[in-house]
């Protein structure tokens, strides 16, 4: 027999999420369609809903449903698996019937009684449906609940806009939840994702409400019903019943003034009055070393992928290492959170190693799944194919083809690739638009104009989608042709400022990984090696403007590779890719043999293709190559064949660099008068208007790379000021370039400038700047920002380690890094080695700076060199050996016009005659040293000549 419940009197009926639960008629309806149930499971429903949110004990329910027969308690496991069965799982996959571990049943979800008599018609129900909020289910969405419900007191219909997974819904129920005192509780919730027609929609929306049936149009009922009432309506998921659900909604808003809606929808409703929130993924943490997992695990989508592998009962202890793959999942799954929770699941069981290492490959990213959800979010591909099923047959043809972009594109990217014969420009340009309504392509409008991107889950859906159709090749095919022609098109626009540069690096930087992509693709199995090689060749700009030099390198090497031996190397392809190659070699490696060989391959086949602009570049990249490797009698000539051709050309720009190239070789042969002249001339010609086209030619920019190196000159000429005030300038100009290279190669030459000064806190500085430019496969200058560090520590006295430092700065074995012995590091070798009390290895080491200064006639420090050499010898009880080599210095040092060596080699042979007694000599020899000083008397190699000059005045 049925059992009576105490409330069941007064209490006509019971809605519960979609279910109409009738207990005079004893029967279960949802959404209008009568649901099969047997008398003992209603019996079982009526027990738990009457006690809805208690724990109902095994005894109590067997006793209430089954009160005169003696039964097992299999019994009422089987009708309760029947009825979970038929009811399915409410929101976020929660069972509307739960099992407590040891005590009984509990019906978890929010109902609504309808009490017997009551007047319906002129009262609305008062007891929101809101299903229960879950503890840890929404993180980072605080400021955007309070931004909706602030914005639901002036606005009635509210769309909340996002992919699908993004948490739509998890958003508006809390916005719900937190409306529920500005609505007096009338808050009601539906879940429109069970629903397939507006009469569907306009029962169940009648049912939630507490509107009985009544006679007439049902939705005019529904409307005269809301007409004169106050209440938020949450309409959730209506992107499959858009067209329905906007006309519901823009009647409710006409004809029930105080009704406001709040739907999500992954598309909008486009009704009048609509007003559109559209909803962001969760910030994630930005792709940036050395972030500690304190600092990782403080944004939201880290934080909640954290929260849900807590929930699995699993306790990660995450170092900086494990927080850093934490940050590589969430910014792989684009802080979508549906995604994140999917993979906290997959954490939980294998690990952030494991998910991270696969996700980067893109597997398993659509089969992240749960059991516990509805079925459109049980897996990311599910979320996906709910979307797709509603596209038009161009919308998906259009999805599936831009998939090919990796990052962003433009509409014109869009329309080159993916309208294809038989669709219009005007159709895929409608289809494009209508992805970016339907939230599966996002868009975002800066200074360059509109462009689009599809999240990494979307694009991993709609590149299966791709290679299902049969288009992948023709498609990949359209997007190599495409790249290659916007690289050249980048490579031939005019530059003619700082700012124009730097927005054109930005522009056209977003596009490498579309051309990795399509790299990729050319050079596969199923590729066009034609086309890659022409894409190599296209892109090389690109790489070295934005110091991808390793990259470039090993790009360079495939194209090569393909070519093979049976191809002659006598085409602008070839020339371009060994001039590309021998740059890369160079840059990456120092004094490497293979950057020679090819540079001088590519110098013949411009030479004999008639390539007057190549044979410039390639010629500055010999001269480059020679001065790392000391050939300096090679390096001028090679400098005056470039002034040679750039007379000829009349280029303003390629004259200033020879005379900058041929500056800097007479800079290193000795001939410091004639490297300033070269110099100042060069920077007499700089012209801004031209200057940033030339970066991808020279590799450099060649403005601020002559200002360091006449502040170099101007220090050794003994002017420290103004070769500090130089210095300064160049680095302050080469930091506001967005080139690494160019950084590097000015903050490598600044450096030692600053030591020779012996101004030690701006040595410091430009040391620092130089570890954090350098980038990866820039080994070359990692290996000097090592040695400048080492002769850093050995000027302020940490011996040890400075000599550590610049011993690790030589011959890089294990990174195959060459870097020459630069004598001014094996000077500064010698003299900690000296300190350190070993007089023979210091004697060895610069002995063997002199020999390779003489041998290579790279001078310009050979005087510090024997100056050092003595002192050494002094200090071994040599005085004899010392004075000879003291006098060979200043000899050298004032043939060479270099007063910084010349004050430094004149104080120390003061200080050795003053010791034997040579007064008067020892300040006549100081004097006219110091004498020939204009400036700089507060730097420490003058004070120490005054402070000397004092004492021999005394004596």
């Given at each position: 027999?049925?059992?009576?419940?105490?409330?069941?009197?007064?209490?006509?009926?019971?809605?519960?999420?979609?279910?109409?639960?009738?207990?005079?008629?004893?029967?279960?309806?949802?959404?209008?369609?009568?649901?099969?149930?047997?008398a003992?499971?209603?019996?079982?429903?009526v027990?738990?809903?009457?006690?809805?949110?208690?724990?109902?004990?095994?005894?109590?329910?067997?006793?209430?449903?089954?009160?005169?027969?003696?039964?097992?308690?299999?019994?009422?496991?089987?009708?309760?698996?029947?009825?979970?069965?038929?009811?399915?799982?409410?929101?976020f996959?929660?069972?509307?019937?739960?099992?407590?571990?040891?005590?009984?049943?509990?019906?978890?979800?929010?109902?609504?009684?309808?009490?017997?008599?009551?007047?319906?018609?002129?009262?609305?129900v008062?007891?929101?449906?809101?299903?229960?909020?879950?503890?840890?289910?929404?993180?980072?969405?605080?400021?955007?609940?309070?931004?909706?419900?602030?914005?639901?007191?002036?606005?009635?219909?509210?769309?909340?806009?996002?992919?699908?997974?993004?948490?739509?819904?998890?958003?508006?129920?809390a916005?719900?939840?937190?409306?529920?005192?500005d609505?007096?509780?009338?808050?009601?919730?539906?879940?429109?994702?069970?629903?397939?027609?507006?009469?569907?929609?306009?029962?169940?929306?009648?049912?939630?409400?507490?509107?009985?049936?009544?006679?007439?149009?049902?939705?005019?009922a529904?409307?005269e019903?809301l007409?004169?009432?106050?209440?938020?309506?949450?309409?959730d998921?209506?992107?499959?019943?858009?067209?329905e659900?906007?006309?519901?909604?823009?009647?409710?808003?006409?004809?029930?003034?105080?009704?406001?809606?709040?739907?999500?929808?992954?598309?909008?409703?486009?009704?009048?009055?609509?007003?559109?929130?559209?909803?962001?993924?969760?910030?994630?943490?930005?792709?940036?070393?050395?972030?500690?997992?304190?600092?990782?695990?403080?944004?939201?989508?880290?934080?909640?992928?954290?929260?849900?592998?807590?929930?699995?009962?699993?306790?990660?202890?995450?170092?900086?290492?494990?927080?850093?793959?934490?940050?590589?999942?969430?910014?792989?799954?684009?802080?979508?959170p549906?995604?994140?929770?999917?993979?906290?699941?997959?954490?939980?069981?294998?690990?952030?190693?494991?998910?991270?290492?696969?996700?980067?490959?893109?597997?398993?990213?659509?089969?992240?799944?749960?059991?516990?959800?509805?079925?459109?979010?049980?897996?990311?591909?599910?979320?996906?194919?709910?979307?797709?099923?509603?596209?038009?047959?161009?919308?998906?043809?259009?999805?599936?083809?831009?998939?090919?972009?990796?990052?962003?594109?433009?509409?014109?990217?869009?329309l080159?690739?993916?309208?294809?014969d038989?669709?219009?420009?005007?159709?895929?340009?409608?289809?494009?638009?209508?992805?970016?309504?339907?939230?599966?392509?996002?868009?975002?409008?800066?200074?360059?104009?509109?462009?689009?991107?599809?999240?990494?889950?979307?694009?991993?859906?709609?590149?299966?989608?791709?290679?299902?159709?049969?288009?992948?090749?023709?498609?990949a095919?359209?997007?190599?042709?495409?790249?290659?022609?916007?690289?050249k098109?980048?490579?031939?626009?005019?530059?003619?400022?700082?700012?124009?540069?730097?927005?054109?690096?930005?522009?056209?930087?977003?596009?490498?990984?579309?051309?990795?992509?399509?790299?990729?693709?050319?050079?596969?199995?199923?590729g066009?090696?034609?086309?890659?090689?022409?894409?190599?060749?296209?892109?090389?700009?690109?790489?070295?403007?934005?110091?991808?030099?390793?990259?470039?390198?090993?790009?360079?090497?495939?194209?090569?590779?393909?070519?093979?031996?049976?191809?002659?190397?006598?085409?602008?392809?070839?020339?371009?890719?060994?001039?590309?190659?021998?740059?890369?070699?160079?840059?990456?490696?120092?004094?490497?043999?293979?950057?020679?060989?090819?540079?001088?391959?590519?110098?013949?086949?411009?030479?004999?293709?008639?390539?007057?602009?190549?044979?410039?570049?390639?010629?500055?990249?010999?001269?480059?190559?020679?001065?790392?490797?000391?050939?300096?009698?090679?390096?001028?000539?090679?400098?005056?064949?470039?002034?040679?051709?750039?007379?000829?050309?009349?280029?303003?720009?390629?004259?200033?660099?020879?005379?900058?190239?041929?500056?800097?070789?007479?800079?290193?042969?000795?001939?410091?008068?004639?490297?300033?002249?070269?110099?100042?001339?060069?920077?007499?010609?700089?012209?801004?208007?031209?200057?940033?086209?030339?970066?991808?030619?020279?590799?450099?920019?060649?403005?601020?790379?002559?200002?360091?190196?006449?502040?170099?000159?101007?220090?050794?000429?003994?002017?420290?000021?103004?070769?500090?005030?130089?210095?300064?300038?160049?680095?302050?100009?080469?930091?506001?370039?967005?080139?690494?290279?160019?950084?590097?190669?000015?903050?490598?030459?600044?450096?030692?400038?600053?030591?020779?000064?012996?101004?030690l806190?701006?040595?410091?500085?430009?040391?620092?700047?130089?570890?954090?430019?350098?980038?990866?496969?820039?080994?070359?200058?990692?290996?000097?920002?090592?040695?400048?560090?080492?002769?850093?520590?050995?000027?302020?006295?940490?011996?040890?380690?400075?000599?550590?430092?610049?011993?690790?700065?030589?011959?890089?074995?294990?990174?195959?890094?060459?870097?020459?012995?630069?004598?001014?590091?094996?000077?500064?070798?010698?003299?900690?080695q000296?300190?350190?009390?070993?007089?023979?290895?210091?004697?060895?080491?610069?002995?063997?700076?002199?020999?390779?200064?003489?041998?290579?006639?790279?001078?310009?420090?050979?005087?510090?060199?024997?100056?050092?050499?003595?002192?050494?010898?002094?200090?071994?009880?040599?005085?004899?050996?010392?004075?000879?080599?003291?006098?060979?210095?200043?000899?050298?040092?004032?043939?060479?016009?270099?007063?910084?060596?010349?004050?430094?080699?004149?104080?120390?042979?003061?200080?050795?005659?003053?010791?034997?007694?040579?007064?008067?000599?020892?300040?006549?020899?100081?004097?006219?040293?110091?004498?020939?000083?204009?400036?700089?008397?507060?730097?420490?190699?003058?004070?120490?000549?005054?402070?000397?000059?004092?004492?021999?005045a005394?004596?």
């Amino acid at each position: 027999m049925a059992i009576e419940q105490p409330e069941s009197r007064s209490v006509a009926r019971v809605l519960f999420g979609p279910f109409e639960l009738n207990l005079s008629e004893r029967s279960l309806k949802k959404a209008d369609e009568a649901i099969p149930l047997g008398a003992r499971a209603f019996d079982i429903l009526v027990t738990l809903i009457d006690r809805a949110g208690e724990t109902v004990g095994k005894d109590e329910l067997i006793a209430k449903v089954w009160p005169d027969v003696n039964v097992e308690e299999g019994s009422l496991r089987v009708h309760l698996s029947a009825l979970r069965k038929v009811l399915g799982t409410g929101q976020f996959g929660r069972k509307y019937i739960i099992n407590v571990q040891g005590r009984g049943y509990s019906f978890v979800e929010p109902v609504t009684r309808e009490q017997a008599g009551a007047d319906t018609t002129n009262a609305l129900v008062r007891s929101s449906n809101l299903p229960a909020p879950l503890d840890g289910m929404m993180i980072g969405r605080d400021d955007v609940v309070l931004q909706i419900r602030s914005r639901l007191g002036a606005e009635r219909l509210i769309t909340i806009l996002g992919a699908g997974g993004i948490g739509k819904t998890t958003v508006a129920l809390a916005v719900g939840q937190a409306a529920l005192i500005d609505f007096a509780g009338a808050v009601f919730f539906l879940d429109l994702s069970v629903l397939r027609s507006k009469d569907q929609v306009i029962a169940a929306m009648a049912s939630t409400i507490g509107l009985v049936a009544q006679p007439g149009d049902p939705e005019d009922a529904l409307l005269e019903f809301l007409h004169s009432r106050r209440a938020l309506l949450l309409l959730d998921s209506c992107e499959h019943l858009i067209e329905e659900i906007a006309k519901i909604a823009d009647r409710i808003c006409q004809h029930a003034p105080d009704i406001h809606v709040l739907a999500t929808s992954r598309e909008a409703l486009q009704t009048v009055g609509e007003q559109v929130f559209r909803l962001q993924p969760l910030d994630c943490p930005p792709e940036q070393p050395d972030q500690t997992a304190d600092e990782i695990l403080s944004y939201p989508a880290t934080r909640l992928f954290m929260e849900r592998v807590g929930a699995r009962g699993v306790d990660l202890a995450l170092g900086s290492g494990g927080a850093a793959f934490v940050a590589e999942i969430c910014r792989r799954l684009d802080g979508i959170p549906l995604a994140i929770e999917l993979a906290a699941g997959r954490a939980a069981i294998f690990g952030v190693r494991d998910i991270a290492a696969k996700l980067a490959l893109r597997l398993d990213l659509l089969k992240l799944g749960r059991r516990a959800a509805s079925p459109r979010h049980q897996t990311l591909r599910a979320t996906l194919d709910w979307s797709h099923d509603l596209l038009s047959e161009i919308e998906r043809a259009i999805l599936r083809r831009v998939a090919i972009f990796v990052g962003r594109f433009t509409l014109e990217a869009a329309l080159a690739v993916a309208q294809q014969d038989g669709t219009s420009q005007p159709d895929a340009t409608d289809a494009l638009g209508n992805l970016v309504e339907k939230s599966l392509i996002g868009a975002r409008i800066d200074s360059w104009g509109a462009s689009y991107r599809l999240l990494d889950t979307t694009r991993a859906y709609a590149l299966e989608k791709l290679v299902a159709s049969g288009e992948h090749r023709s498609i990949a095919t359209r997007h190599a042709n495409y790249s290659i022609q916007m690289l050249k098109v980048s490579s031939a626009t005019p530059i003619a400022s700082e700012s124009a540069s730097t927005e054109h690096l930005a522009r056209y930087a977003q596009e490498i990984d579309n051309v990795r992509s399509a790299l990729d693709w050319a050079f596969s199995p199923t590729g066009n090696t034609e086309l890659g090689i022409e894409l190599v060749v296209a892109a090389i700009p690109l790489w070295m403007r934005l110091s991808l030099v390793a990259e470039c390198g090993s790009r360079v090497k495939q194209a090569l590779g393909v070519l093979g031996p049976e191809r002659a190397v006598d085409g602008p392809l070839e020339m371009k890719l060994y001039g590309a190659l021998g740059f890369a070699a160079m840059l990456t490696k120092g004094a490497a043999p293979e950057a020679a060989t090819c540079l001088r391959k590519a110098l013949a086949i411009a030479e004999a293709v008639g390539d007057d602009d190549y044979q410039l570049r390639v010629l500055w990249g010999l001269w480059s190559d020679r001065n790392i490797n000391a050939e300096f009698r090679e390096s001028l000539s090679l400098a005056e064949r470039f002034r040679s051709l750039a007379s000829r050309s009349g280029d303003p720009v390629d004259i200033a660099i020879g005379e900058r190239m041929t500056g800097f070789v007479r800079h290193y042969i000795g001939d410091h008068a004639a490297a300033r002249r070269h110099i100042e001339r060069m920077l007499a010609l700089q012209d801004d208007a031209l200057r940033y086209d030339n970066i991808a030619r020279f590799q450099f920019d060649p403005w601020v790379t002559a200002r360091v190196t006449l502040a170099r000159v101007l220090c050794i000429q003994g002017l420290p000021e103004q070769a500090m005030e130089m210095l300064e300038r160049g680095v302050a100009e080469a930091l506001t370039i967005d080139h690494a290279t160019t950084q590097c190669n000015v903050l490598a030459k600044a450096c030692p400038v600053a030591l020779f000064a012996r101004d030690l806190a701006a040595a410091e500085r430009f040391i620092l700047l130089l570890e954090r430019a350098v980038m990866q496969g820039l080994s070359f200058w990692q290996a000097e920002g090592r040695g400048y560090r080492g002769v850093f520590h050995l000027m302020r006295g940490e011996t040890e380690e400075g000599v550590r430092l610049v011993r690790s700065a030589f011959g890089n074995v294990e990174t195959k890094v060459v870097t020459p012995p630069y004598p001014h590091f094996l000077g500064a070798l010698a003299e900690g080695q000296s300190s350190l009390g070993e007089i023979t290895e210091a004697l060895h080491t610069v002995d063997q700076a002199i020999a390779y200064c003489e041998f290579h006639e790279e001078v310009w420090y050979l005087p510090e060199l024997l100056r050092i050499k003595g002192e050494i010898s002094r200090g071994a009880g040599s005085d004899e050996i010392a004075q000879d080599l003291f006098l060979r210095s200043l000899d050298l040092a004032r043939n060479h016009g270099a007063l910084l060596w010349e004050l430094r080699a004149a104080t120390n042979l003061a200080r050795l005659w003053q010791g034997g007694g040579r007064v008067v000599e020892a300040r006549e020899l100081l004097l006219r040293a110091y004498g020939q000083f204009r400036e700089g008397f507060a730097t420490p190699d003058l004070l120490e000549a005054k402070a000397l000059l004092s004492a021999l005045a005394v004596e």
